[in-house]
């Protein structure tokens, strides 16, 4: 039976102004809106605001999405959609004999449901994505080909063990992925050169794709790692972006005003360059990603063994506290008191879950680093950290930008950042509503028919006739996030109702139990322009 939204102000997506209408929805499609007779069920949603449903361009759903199809904390912010297959760490394809050590090494970033792992393929994976209550876009990701041809080895890869990572980005275009991502900062993605990424990136190209990159620099030398974004979009001709834009650090603070210049010149030059950002000054990611990347070649097992060499200590100790010229730590760049553990596996150590990394080392009479040492080893990697490391004055000139969407970056384990329930609201509440940054309708834009575009979702994204009936229902002038870094698993306010292919996912807000998600395909053609 149809179901009309009456009375509400409709916003496109494309960043136009809102007007009065009915929107009615017929199976998995908008049938109609605008100035038109209700059909069906009526739901009055006078004074809200009715938008297409939010895209999450940055999403480590990657495993909870089969373990937790509800996924409230996505579908209770207003998002319909998850990218996954984030860093270049994508769950696929993946042999056999690579699943434990894998799945130990993402399991501070994507967490470790207890899944029964039959896919090896991306198809197979792709498959098993589908049936959340929303829908799942996914990447294949580089670190991910890499293991599978190479293992962790920090070496350049010969032309047969390139040529056959071109094979496996391929495969993974034609089974489903929609593009392909890397994480300069996370093994064994920085064992590449930029070489390497060329080469991939002409896979990309050929499949109509796109690229996305956790930059190798996003500190000091944030302007090198925006070069080297783009001259492979340059040399390959992909398109190209930018993972959580964000000047790291206290050296970087203040250079957002020359990354907006250097990615509108790239744009004026003729690049496809693009990017997303989270509205907080904190980050969130695993904790071992504060060792350096050689640590990380010989997997997990030497990793460890790396932990308790007491003759490699004060190499390791070295280059955390004082960095390289390679490589940037996120402790030279900030400090140890900049790290709050948000996620452990063991009951014995959830105490230390809020508390940053010196409370804890006086709790147990260590020193900071002895302190990450034992937490890594006692769960087994299994830990996740906020990253205390942005100034807000860059958040904001970031976040206006034309060419730049909003996302999550949520970790869904342990006590995660606030952005896992948070992001949407945040940006609709405070920053367009209570700070007057931009406007709702540019906004709107930017969380649905921008990321629609990048991703290549045809009739998603927007409220027109015919389109896929992903909509979220919003009260404008009390959305509001309520999580915090003491209390992040609060849900916030004003997101009234959703819907993921016409299916009522959200209802006064309250989620259903609906599950309508389905795992989404890039379209080759679909259309949009640079925005």
Not at 83 to 90: F, P, V
Not at 130 to 138: E, P
Not at 222 to 241: K, N, P, Q, Y
Not at 264 to 292: C, H, K, V
Request: aromatic content about 6%.
């Amino acid at each position: 039976m149809p179901v009309t939204l009456v009375n509400g102000t409709l916003y496109d997506g494309s960043g136009a102004p809102g007007r009065r209408g009915n929107l009615i929805i017929d199976g998995d499609r908008i049938a109609a809106l605008g100035d038109v007779a209700p059909l069906g069920e009526r739901i009055d949603v006078s004074g809200q605001a009715v938008s297409p449903g939010f895209i999450d361009t940055h999403s480590h759903c990657d495993l909870v999405c089969m373990s937790d199809r509800q996924l409230a904390p996505k579908l209770r912010q207003g998002i319909t959609t998850d990218l996954l297959g984030q860093d270049g760490l994508s769950e696929a394809p993946i042999k056999a004999e690579d699943v434990d050590r894998w799945r130990t090494h993402l399991s501070g970033l994507n967490d470790d449901p207890s899944l029964d792992w039959t896919w090896r393929d991306f198809g197979s994976y792709f498959a098993r994505i589908s049936g959340a209550a929303l829908n799942m876009a996914a990447m294949v990701g580089h670190g991910t080909v890499r293991l599978h041809v190479m293992g962790m080895d920090n070496r350049p890869p010969t032309p047969a063990e390139l040529t056959a990572m071109q094979a496996l980005v391929d495969d993974a275009m034609t089974s489903g992925a929609c593009g392909f991502s890397t994480g300069l900062i996370y093994s064994p993605c920085v064992y590449s050169d930029t070489e390497e990424l060329i080469a991939l990136g002409h896979v990309a190209r050929r499949n109509d794709s796109f690229m996305v990159y956790h930059m190798r620099y996003e500190g000091a030398r944030v302007l090198d790692g925006m070069a080297e974004v783009f001259r492979i979009a340059r040399e390959s001709g992909a398109a190209c972006h930018i993972s959580h834009f964000k000047a790291r650090g206290k050296q970087a603070w203040g250079k957002s005003s020359a990354m907006v210049e250097a990615v509108d010149a790239a744009r004026a030059a003729g690049l496809d360059i693009t990017a997303d950002q989270y509205p907080y000054t904190a980050g969130s990611t695993m904790l071992g990603a504060l060792l350096p990347p050689w640590c990380h070649a010989r997997g997990i097992d030497g990793l460890n063994a790396y932990l308790r060499d007491a003759t490699v200590e004060q190499r390791i100790r070295s280059e955390i506290e004082n960095g390289r010229s390679d490589w940037e730590s996120s402790i030279a760049a900030s400090s140890w008191d900049s790290i709050m553990i948000s996620g452990v596996r063991s009951e014995a150590n959830r105490w230390t879950i809020g508390k940053r990394i010196p409370e804890i080392a006086r709790g147990w009479g260590l020193d900071n680093y002895q302190t990450m040492v034992r937490l890594l080893l006692e769960e087994n990697h299994a830990v996740s950290m906020i990253l205390f490391m942005m100034d807000e004055a860059d958040v904001r000139r970031l976040l206006v930008q034309p060419w730049l969407m909003h996302c999550t970056d949520g970790l869904m384990g342990g006590e995660p950042h606030p952005r896992t329930y948070g992001t949407y609201p945040r940006i609709l509440g405070h920053y367009v509503r209570d700070e007057g940054l931009m406007s709702l309708p540019e906004a709107i834009r930017k969380m649905t028919s921008l990321p629609a575009w990048r991703l290549g979702l045809r009739d998603r994204g927007v409220l027109r006739e015919g389109a896929f009936a992903d909509i979220t229902v919003f009260n404008p002038d009390t959305v509001i996030d309520r999580s915090t870094y003491s209390h992040p698993r609060a849900f916030p306010e004003g997101i009234e109702h959703v819907f993921v292919n016409g299916v009522a996912a959200v209802r006064n807000g309250r989620e259903t139990g609906n599950l309508a998600g389905r795992a989404l395909r890039r379209e080759i053609g679909a259309p949009g322009s640079a925005r």
